[in-house]
Protein backbone atom coordinates (compact mmCIF):
# COMPACT_ATOMS: atom_id res chain seq x y z
CA UNK A 1 0.00 0.00 0.00
CA UNK A 2 2.70 2.37 0.59
CA UNK A 3 4.52 1.89 -2.28
CA UNK A 4 0.83 2.79 -4.28
CA UNK A 5 1.04 5.55 -2.49
CA UNK A 6 4.48 7.05 -2.63
CA UNK A 7 3.82 6.04 -6.45
CA UNK A 8 0.73 8.13 -7.26
CA UNK A 9 2.09 11.18 -4.92
CA UNK A 10 5.32 11.07 -7.13
CA UNK A 11 2.62 10.67 -10.81
CA UNK A 12 0.37 13.80 -9.21
CA UNK A 13 4.09 16.31 -8.51
CA UNK A 14 4.61 15.98 -12.21
CA UNK A 15 1.60 16.67 -13.33
CA UNK A 16 1.30 19.41 -11.20
CA UNK A 17 5.01 20.83 -12.47
CA UNK A 18 3.91 20.24 -16.26
CA UNK A 19 0.69 22.31 -15.62
CA UNK A 20 2.55 25.01 -13.53
CA UNK A 21 0.45 24.52 -10.62
CA UNK A 22 2.00 26.18 -7.53
CA UNK A 23 1.75 25.12 -3.77
CA UNK A 24 0.09 27.87 -3.04
CA UNK A 25 -2.78 27.68 -5.59
CA UNK A 26 -3.32 24.01 -3.82
CA UNK A 27 -2.77 25.67 -0.48
CA UNK A 28 -5.91 27.49 -1.43
CA UNK A 29 -7.89 25.55 -2.63
CA UNK A 30 -7.72 23.13 0.22
CA UNK A 31 -7.67 25.70 2.78
CA UNK A 32 -4.47 24.77 4.25
CA UNK A 33 -0.99 25.84 4.76
CA UNK A 34 1.97 25.39 2.12
CA UNK A 35 4.09 23.45 4.32
CA UNK A 36 0.90 21.07 5.00
CA UNK A 37 0.95 20.62 1.13
CA UNK A 38 4.40 19.98 0.86
CA UNK A 39 4.12 17.64 3.83
CA UNK A 40 1.28 16.26 1.95
CA UNK A 41 3.11 15.47 -1.12
CA UNK A 42 6.45 14.19 0.61
CA UNK A 43 4.48 11.13 3.47
CA UNK A 44 3.36 7.79 2.86
CA UNK A 45 0.54 7.94 5.47
CA UNK A 46 -1.66 10.59 3.65
CA UNK A 47 -5.59 9.78 3.37
CA UNK A 48 -7.14 8.35 0.37
CA UNK A 49 -9.28 11.63 0.54
CA UNK A 50 -6.37 14.00 0.46
CA UNK A 51 -4.69 12.05 -2.32
CA UNK A 52 -8.23 12.10 -4.13
CA UNK A 53 -8.33 15.84 -4.08
CA UNK A 54 -4.56 16.50 -4.71
CA UNK A 55 -5.47 14.16 -7.84
CA UNK A 56 -8.28 16.03 -9.11
CA UNK A 57 -6.37 19.41 -8.98
CA UNK A 58 -3.45 17.74 -10.75
CA UNK A 59 -6.02 16.34 -13.49
CA UNK A 60 -5.65 12.79 -12.78
CA UNK A 61 -8.16 10.34 -11.33
CA UNK A 62 -7.48 8.16 -8.17
CA UNK A 63 -8.10 4.82 -9.65
CA UNK A 64 -6.43 5.62 -12.93
CA UNK A 65 -2.98 6.50 -10.41
CA UNK A 66 -3.62 3.50 -8.71
CA UNK A 67 -4.05 1.29 -11.43
CA UNK A 68 -0.84 2.24 -13.40
CA UNK A 69 0.68 1.90 -10.01
CA UNK A 70 -0.03 -1.97 -9.53
CA UNK A 71 1.21 -2.34 -13.76
CA UNK A 72 4.47 -1.47 -12.14
CA UNK A 73 4.62 -2.88 -8.62
CA UNK A 74 6.83 -5.67 -8.60
CA UNK A 75 5.14 -9.20 -7.21
CA UNK A 76 5.41 -9.94 -3.71
CA UNK A 77 6.16 -13.50 -2.71
CA UNK A 78 7.17 -15.39 0.50
CA UNK A 79 9.75 -17.84 0.92
CA UNK A 80 8.13 -21.44 0.74
CA UNK A 81 8.77 -23.86 3.63
CA UNK A 82 12.04 -24.76 2.06
CA UNK A 83 13.80 -21.99 1.51
CA UNK A 84 12.93 -20.40 4.82
CA UNK A 85 13.97 -23.84 6.41
CA UNK A 86 17.54 -23.75 4.81
CA UNK A 87 18.14 -20.41 5.66
CA UNK A 88 17.35 -21.41 9.20
CA UNK A 89 20.26 -24.01 8.45
CA UNK A 90 22.44 -21.46 6.55
CA UNK A 91 21.74 -18.16 7.76
CA UNK A 92 24.72 -16.85 6.12
CA UNK A 93 22.89 -18.23 2.65
CA UNK A 94 20.12 -15.83 3.29
CA UNK A 95 22.77 -12.79 4.05
CA UNK A 96 24.38 -14.04 0.68
CA UNK A 97 21.11 -13.52 -0.80
CA UNK A 98 20.05 -10.06 0.48
CA UNK A 99 23.66 -8.60 -0.57
CA UNK A 100 23.03 -10.39 -4.22
CA UNK A 101 20.09 -8.15 -4.42
CA UNK A 102 21.50 -5.17 -2.59
CA UNK A 103 24.23 -5.40 -5.24
CA UNK A 104 22.72 -4.91 -8.12
CA UNK A 105 22.30 -8.81 -8.59
CA UNK A 106 26.15 -9.39 -9.43
CA UNK A 107 27.72 -12.31 -7.41
CA UNK A 108 30.90 -10.32 -8.53
CA UNK A 109 30.29 -7.37 -6.31
CA UNK A 110 29.86 -9.19 -3.33
CA UNK A 111 32.64 -11.14 -3.85
CA UNK A 112 34.96 -8.55 -3.68
CA UNK A 113 32.99 -6.48 -0.97
CA UNK A 114 33.52 -9.62 0.97
CA UNK A 115 36.48 -11.78 -0.29
CA UNK A 116 34.75 -14.55 -1.38
CA UNK A 117 36.84 -16.87 -3.41
CA UNK A 118 35.29 -18.39 -6.29
CA UNK A 119 34.23 -21.59 -5.19
CA UNK A 120 32.66 -19.66 -2.39
CA UNK A 121 30.99 -17.59 -4.89
CA UNK A 122 29.66 -20.64 -7.21
CA UNK A 123 28.39 -22.49 -3.97
CA UNK A 124 26.29 -20.23 -2.83
CA UNK A 125 25.04 -19.41 -6.27
CA UNK A 126 24.32 -23.27 -7.09
CA UNK A 127 22.39 -23.43 -3.69
CA UNK A 128 20.52 -20.54 -4.19
CA UNK A 129 19.70 -22.38 -7.86
CA UNK A 130 18.46 -25.59 -5.84
CA UNK A 131 16.20 -23.83 -3.84
CA UNK A 132 15.08 -22.09 -6.93
CA UNK A 133 15.73 -18.71 -5.98
CA UNK A 134 18.24 -17.67 -8.65
CA UNK A 135 19.20 -19.33 -12.27
CA UNK A 136 22.72 -20.19 -12.17
CA UNK A 137 24.25 -19.20 -15.77
CA UNK A 138 28.09 -19.32 -17.13
CA UNK A 139 30.26 -17.38 -15.40
CA UNK A 140 28.81 -17.08 -12.24
CA UNK A 141 26.48 -14.85 -13.48
CA UNK A 142 22.91 -15.15 -12.75
CA UNK A 143 19.19 -14.53 -13.54
CA UNK A 144 16.59 -13.33 -10.79
CA UNK A 145 13.09 -13.10 -10.82
CA UNK A 146 12.22 -9.94 -10.72
CA UNK A 147 9.84 -10.54 -7.56
CA UNK A 148 9.79 -9.10 -4.20
CA UNK A 149 10.59 -11.99 -1.56
CA UNK A 150 9.56 -12.03 2.28
CA UNK A 151 8.46 -14.04 4.98
CA UNK A 152 5.36 -15.72 5.81
CA UNK A 153 3.93 -15.47 9.22
CA UNK A 154 5.21 -19.13 10.15
CA UNK A 155 8.71 -18.55 9.66
CA UNK A 156 11.02 -20.09 11.60
CA UNK A 157 13.65 -18.27 10.38
CA UNK A 158 12.27 -14.88 11.56
CA UNK A 159 11.32 -16.44 15.26
CA UNK A 160 14.98 -17.40 15.15
CA UNK A 161 16.24 -13.94 13.87
CA UNK A 162 14.03 -12.13 16.38
CA UNK A 163 15.17 -14.15 19.15
CA UNK A 164 18.47 -13.70 18.49
CA UNK A 165 18.61 -9.82 18.05
CA UNK A 166 16.74 -9.65 21.20
CA UNK A 167 19.51 -11.22 22.89
CA UNK A 168 22.03 -9.18 21.08
CA UNK A 169 20.36 -6.20 22.68
CA UNK A 170 20.04 -7.42 26.14
CA UNK A 171 23.71 -8.23 25.93
CA UNK A 172 24.59 -4.94 25.05
CA UNK A 173 22.56 -2.85 27.06
CA UNK A 174 23.46 -5.14 30.02
CA UNK A 175 27.57 -5.31 28.98
CA UNK A 176 27.75 -1.69 27.93
CA UNK A 177 29.41 -2.87 24.95
CA UNK A 178 31.06 -0.40 22.76
CA UNK A 179 32.16 -1.84 19.50
CA UNK A 180 30.29 -1.30 16.92
CA UNK A 181 28.79 -3.76 14.46
CA UNK A 182 25.38 -4.13 12.25
CA UNK A 183 23.72 -7.40 12.90
CA UNK A 184 20.96 -8.92 10.73
CA UNK A 185 18.44 -8.00 8.24
CA UNK A 186 14.99 -9.68 7.41
CA UNK A 187 12.83 -9.14 5.47
CA UNK A 188 9.29 -9.01 7.56
CA UNK A 189 5.33 -8.05 6.33
CA UNK A 190 4.29 -4.61 8.24
CA UNK A 191 2.39 -6.20 11.41
CA UNK A 192 5.63 -8.65 12.16
CA UNK A 193 7.66 -5.11 12.08
CA UNK A 194 5.37 -3.97 14.62
CA UNK A 195 5.42 -6.12 16.80
CA UNK A 196 8.65 -6.85 16.80
CA UNK A 197 9.61 -3.14 17.27
CA UNK A 198 7.32 -2.98 20.47
CA UNK A 199 9.29 -6.60 21.74
CA UNK A 200 12.65 -4.71 21.51
CA UNK A 201 11.01 -1.69 22.77
CA UNK A 202 10.44 -2.99 25.79
CA UNK A 203 14.09 -4.12 26.34
CA UNK A 204 14.85 -0.97 26.04
CA UNK A 205 12.42 0.60 28.45
CA UNK A 206 13.89 -1.96 30.77
CA UNK A 207 17.54 -2.06 30.54
CA UNK A 208 18.39 1.29 28.89
CA UNK A 209 19.00 4.84 30.08
CA UNK A 210 16.95 7.06 27.60
CA UNK A 211 20.15 9.02 26.40
CA UNK A 212 21.65 5.51 24.61
CA UNK A 213 22.16 6.46 21.00
CA UNK A 214 20.20 3.87 18.82
CA UNK A 215 19.56 3.47 15.31
CA UNK A 216 16.55 2.59 13.69
CA UNK A 217 15.87 2.49 9.49
CA UNK A 218 12.79 1.34 7.69
CA UNK A 219 12.48 0.78 4.42
CA UNK A 220 9.97 0.05 2.23
CA UNK A 221 9.47 -2.45 -1.18
CA UNK A 222 6.21 -3.59 -2.34
CA UNK A 223 3.95 -4.37 0.81
CA UNK A 224 7.05 -5.70 3.16
CA UNK A 225 9.35 -3.09 5.15
CA UNK A 226 12.95 -4.17 5.21
CA UNK A 227 13.89 -3.66 8.76
CA UNK A 228 17.41 -3.23 10.15
CA UNK A 229 16.47 -5.49 13.18
CA UNK A 230 18.93 -4.37 15.80
CA UNK A 231 22.07 -1.57 14.96
CA UNK A 232 24.34 -1.34 18.42
CA UNK A 233 27.47 -0.50 19.64
CA UNK A 234 27.70 -4.74 19.62
CA UNK A 235 29.98 -6.97 19.02
CA UNK A 236 28.68 -9.89 16.78
CA UNK A 237 28.98 -13.39 18.00
CA UNK A 238 27.47 -14.99 15.52
CA UNK A 239 29.34 -14.98 12.41
CA UNK A 240 26.94 -17.51 10.64
CA UNK A 241 25.08 -14.47 10.22
CA UNK A 242 27.53 -12.59 8.44
CA UNK A 243 28.91 -13.29 4.53
CA UNK A 244 31.59 -15.96 5.07
CA UNK A 245 33.82 -18.04 3.12
CA UNK A 246 32.03 -21.70 2.43
CA UNK A 247 33.32 -25.29 1.26
CA UNK A 248 32.25 -28.17 -0.66
CA UNK A 249 30.37 -29.56 1.88
CA UNK A 250 29.43 -26.90 3.71
CA UNK A 251 25.65 -25.99 2.22
CA UNK A 252 24.89 -29.22 2.19
Given at each position: ???L?????????????????????????M??SE?????M?N??????A?????????????????????????????????????????P????Y?????????????????????????????R???????L???????V???????????????????V?????????????????A?????????????????????????R??????D????????G????????S?P????????????V??????
Open positions: MERVKYCLQEIKQQLKRKGIAYADIAERRVITVKRLQDDISMRLGVLAEIAGCTLSGLISKAEEKLPEVRSFSPQQDQAFVRYHLFQYTKLIELQRSPAAVAERYNLDDLSTYLYLKLEDLGLELQADNRKIPEVVMTFGPDSRFVRKGAWSLEQATRALLDHDNQSNVTMLFLPEKHCDELLEEISKVFLFADRQLTYWENLWQDVRQLVLFYVTSKYPEYDVIRRDGDLR
